[in-house]
């Protein structure tokens, strides 16, 4: 079937009204599980499951992609004003946004959050359409070792580079892939650092440690304070200010978008690695920074990459019907339920379906920012109220949000301790970002190291991209060793009191 | 009801179609409401449960891994699922093994076959090495540590891999296309256990040999000793014994009689049955009611013995350590 011709079709099968109104009833659908943190977007189409089966296998599909194209966009709302990520990877965006926030430019932050997401999530529709004839051969070239390794720099340089204090940064970050270790062992079957308590036996849940890491600790200091979020009065302008910033930025924007979308094809890595990877990415490619004090592009580059994820993450599930996460796999199971078949027919017999994918992805992420932009001077308003009223809803919000995670009453504990955790790094200087990065990282990691091992020995060690990435290590490694110390010190009081 | 896995697992996928359509037959249509716990390898559900009320208003689906914890002894769990009522489970399901197509010309030679790095997911039955074990299939490395099935099955695609096995239930919608395309060659079936305990084909596989097929074949006589005898049991007590509906122990007996009975009906449902088709496996029926719980009961456990040898084997052999 000719290629352009699909592409109209599934346009034109889209625009039905009634498939239009459930893509929208998606939409709205998927602002609601985003913002709240605890429910994700995979239980909620698991949820869904039972009532698309008998529906239109279009309608079905537009309600389903509307709901997971957006949830990206909308959990960076409280992880902007609260500090409460909305979701597990909009625990990067709270680096950068929180602080603008306390500056009083919630709106801006917002703005070029919004943005960004919406290029990111075009940016992953396209690569889906051109990703088409050469899947394929992509799939044979990174295999664990390359993962492993990629894993492994983004948790250098996020500790190495993001914040002032590199020997600080990795130590968190080795914290973090500590943690990442409680619970089974990946092929063995083996449990660590379990003290036979059963809650600990899949490790600690991420969601958790996203909460109690930020959210928790910043409340903490907000009762203490006494003030509201934002430190200054004026929170309403800016949202066009905050869409500049993301189309002056357009090649970080890009670059941003295409980690999404690799990292989205790349088997379990995730939107929460996606956003962190793009972070320190644009941490490490931007001169004069100021990162971890509100700098616009370290929230650009990681909203455009967990929206491109979408994009990325559909190519294996549809074409080779391999789900690349969790998401995914209930996707895939939807798709059995409204008689499509994922696989190689895909791409022949059924692309026209295919593009209909395509397009409800793009019109999800176009639908999303209008609604949320025009949002944004109520929510951010937010900001400004007073703590004493608005603290009791987000501690709610956090602990139903927590209890989500396995409805134990070890997440409440796990919470607790984290919180502890989080404030102390906050008090005595040490970043809390990495911590976060290693711990996502982490299992990853030890899954593909241990893979590569089993099948390689140490061979997999030559590979050219495992080289590759070994000499940017080494070099960001250099490069904190060089770092003038001077500079380090001088910074350091701001680190404490400003940053994130 | 207890689910205790996340929200689309296959378990929950189970046992919100349970929830679904059990009230449609229970006296008064209650409404039943899924509550998922995941975490704890399921155990934490599980002792939930255990601990409910006999009311019949608590209810569990049983995945594998539950299963699999308590065959093995694991002493967390508070229970054994023997102590349980069972209420109904869906269509038995095989593993079917299958390699990448350079390995072998046909499976009569896969003794011959040259590093074989066999790729499965975590938490997967060990049917498929035992299976190898008993006819001396030399697996050069075995590789546990793909997050499930699917990301084993991509690291077959991508060639880090070249044998895996996978559950009939998911064969259709993931490995099919590519065995008609030539990329997957499939080599046995795990078959299953009939009445007399003899492993038999499943109605889904009608022309692929089981293990005791090919054992025969490339081994002149059928298997036999004690890996022969826990691959049975695995297979009679795990892989025809997913995602089974229990009530907890002690429940009276006008209760149970009245979810045995419901489920003998809801498994006749005409749309039960419609909207189950793409989660099971056609070949198998739906099995409810007291039969089926006298069934369980006669075919679920191991022996400890067995259990230690099973535990032994696979450590010492593939470096895989169950507790």
Redesign the interface.
């Known amino acids: 079937m000719d290629y352009f011709d699909a592409l109209a079709q599934g346009l034109v099968a889209l625009m039905d009204p009634t498939r239009f109104l459930f893509l929208f009833l998606g939409v709205l659908l998927g602002i609601a599980v985003g913002v709240l943190p605890g429910l994700g977007g ?2 909620t ?3 869904l ?2 009532v698309i ?2 529906m239109d296998p279009y309608t079905a599909l537009a309600l389903l992609i509307g709901m997971m194209a957006v949830t990206a966009t909308a959990d960076t709302i409280p992880a902007v004003l609260f500090a409460v990520p909305g979701s597990t990877s909009a625990a990067t965006s709270i680096i950068e946004g929180y602080p603008m926030a306390k500056q009083g430019q919630a709106a801006r932050a917002l703005g070029a959050a919004f943005s960004a997401s919406m290029l990111g999530g075009l940016f992953g529709a396209v690569v889906l359409v051109l990703s088409v004839p050469i899947a394929r051969p992509l ?2 070239q990174w ?2 070792p390359e993962f492993f390794m990629l894993c492994l720099t983004g948790v250098v340089l996020v500790g190495g580079l993001a914040g002032d204090q590199p020997l600080k940064g990795l130590m968190a970050g080795g914290l973090g892939l500590l943690l990442a270790t409680i619970g ?1 062992a ?6 660590r650092f379990t003290f ?1 308590l ?5 490790g600690i ?1 991420l969601i958790i440690v996203a909460l109690g890491m930020f959210g928790l600790p910043e409340l903490v200091d907000m009762q203490m304070k006494g003030t509201s979020v934002s430190e200054v009065p004026i929170v309403g302008k800016g949202v066009w200010q905050g869409y500049k910033d993301t189309f002056r930025n357009w090649w970080l924007v890009i670059r941003s978008s295409a980690i999404g979308a690799w990292v989205g094809f790349a ?2 890595i995730g939107q929460s690695a996606a956003s962190w990877i793009a972070y320190s990415h644009a941490v490490t490619t931007t001169k004069d920074g100021k990162f971890g004090k509100g700098d616009v592009r370290g929230l650009i580059a990681p909203e455009a990459a967990n929206n491109a994820v979408r994009g990325g993450d559909l190519i ?1 599930t549809l074409l ?5 996460s ?2 995914m ?2 996707f ?2 939807a798709l ?2 409204i008689g499509v ?5 895909m791409v022949d017999k059924q692309l026209p379906f295919l593009f209909t994918v395509v397009w409800s992805l793009a019109i999800a992420s176009i639908i999303v920012t209008a609604m949320c932009t025009a949002l944004i001077r109520p929510i951010a308003a937010l900001s400004t109220v007073k703590a004493h009223i608005i603290i009791p809803f987000i501690l709610l919000f956090v602990m139903v949000g927590a209890f989500q ?4 009453w ?1 997440d409440w504990i796990a919470l607790a301790v984290f919180g502890v955790l989080g404030w102390t790094m906050k008090r005595v200087g040490y970043p809390r970002p990495p911590l976060m990065v290693g711990f996502v990282l982490g299992s990853l990691a030890e ?1 593909y190291l ?2 590569s091992v ?2 390689w020995d140490g061979n997999w060690l030559y590979r050219p991209w495992v080289l590759g990435l070994f000499a940017v290590i080494i070099a960001s490694l250099v490069f904190v060793v060089r770092k003038p110390k001077q500079q380090q010190e001088q910074n350091e009081p701001a680190q404490i009191s400003g940053g994130v | 009801m207890v689910v205790p896995t ?3 697992g296959s378990a ?2 189970i046992g ?2 349970y929830a ?1 359509y059990l009230p449609k037959f229970l006296p008064g249509s209650p409404n039943v409401i899924v ?7 399921t ?2 559900a599980a ?1 939930f449960f255990y601990g409910s009320k006999t009311d019949g208003l608590t209810l569990y689906t049983s995945p594998s891994s539950t299963a699999l914890e308590d065959l093995l002894g694991n002493k ?1 769990l508070k229970f054994s699922l023997r102590e349980l009522t069972a209420v109904a489970a869906p269509p038995a399901s095989t593993n079917v093994v299958f390699v990448r197509p350079e390995v072998i010309e046909k499976p009569e030679d896969i003794l011959k076959a040259q590093r074989l ?1 066999w790729g499965q997911g ?1 938490g997967s039955s060990t049917s498929f090495l035992l299976a190898a074990e008993m006819i001396g299939i030399p697996v050069a ?1 075995a ?6 099935q ?2 084993a ?3 077959f ?5 070249n044998i895996s096995s996978v559950s009939s239930t998911g064969f259709d ?2 490995v099919k ?2 065995v008609e ?1 030539g990329e997957a060659k499939l080599l046995m079936q795990s078959g299953m256990i009939d009445e007399t305990g003899s492993v038999i084909r499943h109605p889904s596989f009608p022309n692929l040999m089981t293990v005791v097929d090919l054992g025969e074949k490339v081994n002149g006589k059928a298997p036999s000793g004690m890996a022969f005898d826990v691959f049975k049991a695995i297979a009679a007590s795990l892989d025809s014994m997913k995602q089974i509906l229990f009530l907890p122990p002690n429940t009276p007996d006008s209760i149970v009689q009245a979810y045995w009975d419901s489920a003998d009906k809801m498994v006749k449902d005409p749309d039960f049955l419609k ?1 189950s088709s ?2 099971t496996d056609a070949g198998d029926t739906w099995r409810a009611g007291k039969a089926f719980d006298q069934m369980f009961h006669k075919s679920y456990g191991m022996k400890p013995e067995a259990s230690e040898w099973l535990k032994n084997t696979m450590q010492t052999k593939y ?5």
């Open positions: 995979t239980a189409m698991a949820i499951l039972p089966y008998g799939l044979q295999l664990s089974g990946p092929g063995v079957g083996f449990y036979d059963p809650y600990l036996l899949t849940p088997p379990g294996p080779f019907g391999i789900p690349g969790g998401g796999a209930v895939l199971v059995i339920l078949r994922p696989g190689p027919d995670a396995t409805g134990d070890g899954r241990w893979t089993a099948i | 996340d929200a689309g929950d996928r919100r179609l679904k509550r998922n716990m995941p975490g704890g390898n155990i934490i002792n967390a790095i975590a490395k590789v546990f540590s793909w997050s499930g699917a990301d099955f991509r690291a695609l991508a060639g880090e891999t919608a993931q296309p590519f395309r909207e793409a989660l470096g895989l350590v169950l507790q």
